[in-house]
């Protein structure tokens, strides 16, 4: 191909639409609850070749059009008791940002084969570089605006795959860059049209053995934890109606088949506590005896008040001393447990706005406690999608993972579901135990491999006690995790600017005019 070539179209604008209104669809279905992961190289291979040949206006519209199809779909949930407004809301940024995302994928497929034509950049470097790119898009969405937004990640669709211990090596946006860029190299040794030559397969062969073949990190059991978690199913949705400790006597009526039990601790969701213990003496009385029932630490959460502030707390409590180790949320959500900005939103959609009335503040205490000499690392609902988090968790020294959340406003949705993938994908990425517990569902236990080791049905209250293995050891993920992001995101944007650079010097090394044109035109 020469320097001046632009590669054409794969497919004419209209099949592009439709090819990236379909993956995205297609896209969704590699996420609960349908869950057939392979779809996912489906959805990301129908989007690339949508993409390629375009213009930037053109890739911004199959961008747009490949967002929307699948925001639309995998967050349906949020209309649960929220409405349409925050779901177009939401997903009109998410799309938004798909497609602005879309226009430099697009010019890496131009750029790279412009400037170093050859099969083997066709096959190797072109691939990378629109992993990265996705991958980058990914990061960028995952942290902007606000605190971001990283659910539709395209690694963690793999939970109940075969790929999912890959992330214990690279993390989640490894196993997205893994999975992009096999997908990219497929397509691209498609277009080559050399498929009888086997060597020409050898890259997108080779990224797939390392998805395959790579086993999982192995972290160090050292014994096992004997943990009591509770889902009292109680009234805790923010439009249900309650009287006031409703969700409070709820769990504690879930609890009572655990008393006399041989316990290690007892873990309550979040938002099981429906009144702050930290200033209601009763309530605090109530967890005093509970955790002398039990003869056990409790882990529990509620919204606290210190000062001015208001948090959402996860509590270590002792019978008789109290809450003696806190952690407040570090990502509150946004239009959910706090409204940034909010004198524009109000302007926009008062109503709306007016409904939301919590403030939580962030928190900057770590996401771990000490319970008895036993590490725990923590998140509070959906605080699991940053990977800062559980990161940080792990490297103060959690043993395993309790997850705290309330799903009470999507109840009979995905999102439960979704949400547990996270926490299955967290347990692989780590190789730690996780406990995660909802208010009203889905609640389970989950091995350091990602295996179930025990379950309550979603929508009724019950129990679990449960051996929970306890592991140490920093899995390479959690060690070079941000290594890996840095190197993926900013890094792959710097080659393509670079591509930009290199293009605009050849460009007006072909245009300008030979030094002898330059003299006869000044002698004339």
């Not at 591509?499 to 007006?508: A, G, H, K, N, Y």
Request: glycine content about 10%; charged content about 15%; hydrophobic content about 50%.
């Amino acid at each position: 191909m020469s320097v001046a070539a632009r590669p054409r179209p794969l497919l004419p604008l209209w099949a592009a639409v439709l090819a990236a209104a379909a993956g995205g669809a297609i896209l969704d279905l590699a996420y609960p609850s349908v869950g057939w992961w392979p779809l996912a190289f489906v959805g990301v291979g129908l989007s690339l070749v949508s993409l390629i040949g375009r213009g930037a206006w053109s890739a911004l519209l199959v961008g747009l059009v490949f967002g929307a199809s699948f925001y639309l779909i995998h967050i349906m949930w949020i209309t649960r008791y929220l409405g349409v407004i925050p779901w177009f809301g939401l997903a009109g940024i998410e799309t938004l940002f798909m497609g602005l995302g879309a226009i430099p994928l697009s010019l890496a497929y131009r750029w790279m084969p412009r400037l170093w034509p050859g099969p083997w950049v066709q096959l190797i470097a072109v691939p990378a570089l629109v992993a990265g790119l996705w991958t980058a898009r990914e990061l960028f969405m995952g942290s902007w605006p606000y605190t971001g937004f990283p659910w539709g990640r395209i690694g963690m669709s793999q939970s109940e795959s075969p790929l999912a211990h890959i992330a214990s090596w690279v993390g989640v946006t490894g196993l997205t860059f893994l999975m992009v860029a096999f997908t990219a190299a497929v397509i691209e040794w498609a277009r080559l049209g050399r498929i009888r030559d086997l060597r020409t397969g050898i890259p997108a062969a080779a990224t797939a053995v390392i998805l395959l073949v790579t086993p999982a990190f192995p972290t160090t059991d050292i014994g096992e934890w004997r943990v009591g978690s509770v889902q009292g199913n109680g009234p805790s949705g923010y439009f249900d109606e309650r009287e006031r400790n409703a969700v409070l006597n709820a769990q504690l009526a879930a609890s009572v088949p655990l008393f006399g039990e041989d316990l290690d601790v007892l873990v309550w969701p979040e938002g099981g506590i429906d009144s702050d213990p930290l200033a209601q003496d009763s309530t605090a009385a109530i967890l005093n005896r509970l955790a002398t029932e039990v003869d056990a630490p409790l882990i529990v959460n509620a919204a606290t008040a210190r000062g001015d502030d208001v948090f959402n707390t996860s509590m270590l409590w002792i019978a008789g001393e109290g809450a003696v180790q806190l952690h407040d949320k570090a990502n509150p959500v946004p239009m959910g447990e706090y409204v940034p900005d909010r004198w524009f939103f109000e302007a926009i959609v008062p109503d709306l706005i007016g409904l939301i009335q919590r403030e939580y503040t962030p928190g900057s205490n770590p996401p771990f406690f000490n319970v008895d000499g036993v590490g725990v690392g923590l998140a509070i609902c959906f605080d699991v999608i940053y990977d800062d988090v559980i990161w940080e968790g792990a490297r103060d020294g959690a043993e395993l993972y309790v997850f705290q959340t309330n799903n009470a406003d999507f109840r009979d949705t995905d999102e439960n579901l979704q949400q547990l993938a996270f926490a299955r994908m967290r347990a692989i990425e780590t190789g730690r135990s996780v406990v995660n517990l909802s208010t009203v569902g889905t609640s389970q236990v989950i091995a350091p491999d990602g295996t179930t080791l025990d379950g309550l049905p979603a929508g009724e209250a019950g129990h679990m006690l449960t051996e929970v293995p306890l592991r140490t050891g920093l899995t390479p993920a959690v060690l070079i995790g941000p290594v890996v992001q840095l190197i993926l995101g900013w890094g792959s944007l710097l080659v393509l600017v670079g591509l930009d650079v290199v293009t605009s010097v050849r460009r007006r090394t072909r245009t300008a005019p030979a030094p002898e044109e330059t003299d006869a035109v000044r002698e004339s």
